[in-house]
């Protein structure tokens, strides 16, 4: 019996900020398209000027552009919700003692635990992606109704459907080569969500500050530190010839192909580090499944 | 007859505290046990054992396989209500029937929603929104829709009141057992059940006190109700129980003919609630 499908459910359920938030954020960006000055002041460009700088290519670049950006705040807002979920995902159930309800039926702690895993790495992400797109496309499909008859808009950005299915397939891509990549984050967290007496937060936070401190302190280094930011995010720099992901790499950018490249995360597969990330998450996990099997709840 | 539950030595430890200690017992199909004894015995470790929740040391066989190492294919055909196992608050009613009838192969959705449509249950509430007897009521509704083959059930009534305990328990009588169902069950209001019970097993400091048959205590225990000039005679029979009741002297005894009993005073056969309380007073400290 399949039962996967009701075991995401069951998260959905219990932790509803895995939608309530990033529906939230949609629904603001779509209001945001009926301010009076949209699309005359996008993004802190003028767009008279714009107009007036256009390259050719430049309307399709902004078009690009302005998707990357509406997907950058879902990508934060989105380590912050699975920053909560992660932590809490395996301690709310013992805390609300309903642990020995779950247990009383016939799911083995590990289907529940990659159900968990599945839910941060994969289903958040891809409902996000999914809602992005449709944001996207719905802040579009107002903007060039309100201003299609303006030629200032057509100059500034203009629709391109090859370049929104090249730009939509990479960001579908990132989904599961960012899921791969932050597979041991993850991991690490559910880690403790399922260890920790109390104090989820403490236990996730303070380790990592107590280890870099006592490095500086007693070898005079900050490996540990470098170590943890690049997981979390400086690693961007080493993609698009280093000018980083997203609209960092955008913002640099000379033309379409730069930007595009700017989202393309695809060259992670290629690094060592993405698998050795994969080996810890894998044992990681292993350890979480054990300690929700053999932990005496009472 | 098969045999649902067998435990031989069956020990567990707490430091230096022996929770249970060596037992033996062994549950049949078709029966509804009553594991009873006084706070502390070491019901609830058993239970826990037996369902795989806990470590233990001797041997434990549960529907032929070992609870603890074997504890995904064990719970294919055991359910339990755990005095502690919370329904979570953030539960829908609907909710928990769509979880249970996607996680369960032998969950029957329609037998869970007829029992509900009886109750004050709504679909779209909230466990959160329910009381204390509602929440029972839809743990029920739940596991009576499971066709399992072991039910274990511990202190499923607690804090519930008297209606809720008697509704509870006619609903479990007569709606989910036969014979190819066990139960398996603790509680602490004895009285209440006796008269649902086919076998009893008394536990006090991790040792099994009485395992019998409900109907082979009648042959074994006689509790003779003796007149106070009787009781000096009456106690060289060695009662190993007494206490006093409205004037005469309550003596139960094991294993004692009836006619030698008769002369001394009313003979009756003693409650369950009785049995234990003597067996727990009368036994050696």
Redesign the interface.
């Known amino acids: 019996?399949n039962?996967l499908?009701?075991?995401i459910?069951?998260e959905i359920?219990?932790h509803r900020v895995l939608w309530m938030a990033p529906l939230a954020v949609s629904v603001l960006y779509v209001l945001l398209c009926f301010l009076p000055n949209t699309g005359v002041n996008m993004g802190g460009i003028d767009i008279a000027e714009a107009a007036r700088a256009g390259s050719p290519e430049r309307p399709v670049i902004i078009f690009t552009a302005v998707q990357m950006v509406l997907m950058g705040v879902f990508y934060v807002l989105m380590s912050i919700v699975a920053f909560f979920y992660l932590s809490d995902c395996l301690y709310a159930?013992r805390k609300?003692?309903?642990i020995?309800?779950w247990?009383?039926?016939?799911?083995?702690d590990t289907e529940t635990v990659l159900s968990k895993l599945l839910v941060a790495l994969i289903v958040l992400p891809l409902g996000v992606y999914v809602l992005a797109l449709i944001t996207n496309l719905a802040a579009f499909g107002i903007l060039f109704t309100r201003f299609g008859r303006n030629p200032a808009l057509d100059s500034f950005m203009r629709w391109d459907t090859v370049a929104w299915v090249r730009l939509n397939a990479l960001l579908l891509a990132d989904v599961f080569v960012f899921a791969l990549w932050f597979a041991p984050v993850a991991a690490c967290q559910m880690l403790i969500s399922a260890w920790a007496k109390s104090s989820v937060f403490l236990w996730t936070v303070l380790p990592p500050i107590v280890l870099i401190l006592a490095e500086r302190l007693v070898f005079g280094t900050t490996h540990t530190g470098q170590v943890l930011a690049y997981r979390l995010g400086s690693f961007v720099w080493d993609l698009a010839g280093h000018r980083g992901f997203g609209l960092s790499a955008g913002a640099h950018a000379s033309g379409l192909e730069d930007v595009l490249a700017g989202a393309n995360a695809l060259p992670m597969l290629t690094w060592p580090s993405t698998w050795i990330g994969v080996a810890v998450a894998a044992a990681l996990i292993f350890a979480t499944i054990r300690i929700r099997?053999?932990r005496?709840?009472? | 007859m098969t045999t649902v539950i067998e435990a031989r030595g069956l020990t567990k430890s707490f430091g230096a505290t022996r929770a249970l200690d060596g037992i033996d017992f062994s549950v049949e199909a078709g029966r509804i046990v009553g594991l009873i004894g006084p706070n502390g015995a070491g019901k609830t470790t058993a239970l826990k054992a037996i369902l795989g929740l806990t470590p233990f040391e001797g041997d434990l066989s549960v529907l032929g396989k070992n609870p603890y190492s074997q504890r995904d294919a064990v719970m294919r055909d055991v359910c339990f209500i755990a005095d502690v196992a919370v329904l979570p608050k953030w539960l829908r009613v609907s909710q928990a029937l769509d979880f249970v009838a996607g996680v369960h192969p032998r969950f029957e959705r329609s037998r869970a929603e007829e029992f509900l449509r009886k109750t004050d249950i709504k679909m779209k509430s909230h466990v959160r929104e329910l009381s204390k007897g509602m929440v029972t009521q839809l743990h029920l509704a739940l596991i009576l829709a499971i066709d399992a083959r072991l039910l274990v059930l511990d202190e499923p009534t607690l804090g519930l009141d008297l209606l809720y305990r008697r509704q509870f328990y006619d609903t479990l009588l007569n709606d989910y057992f036969d014979k190819e169902r066990t139960i398996l069950l603790t509680t602490h209001q004895v009285e209440e059940i006796e008269n649902l019970l086919t076998d009893v097993i008394f536990i006090n400091r991790g040792h099994i006190a009485l395992d019998s048959a409900v109907e082979g205590l009648a042959t074994r225990y006689v509790q003779v109700n003796v007149k106070p000039d009787q009781a000096v005679r009456a106690r060289e029979l060695k009662p190993f129980y007494e206490r006093e009741i409205f004037g005469r002297v309550a003596m139960f005894f094991e294993d004692r003919s009836t006619d030698e009993l008769v002369p001394f005073g009313e003979i009756r056969t003693p409650s369950i609630a009785d049995l234990f309380v003597a067996k727990m007073q009368g036994a050696p400290a």
């Open positions: 019996m039962t499908p009701v075991l459910r069951r359920w219990e159930e609300d003692r309903s020995l309800f247990k009383s039926l016939p799911v083995s099997r053999y005496d709840e009472s």
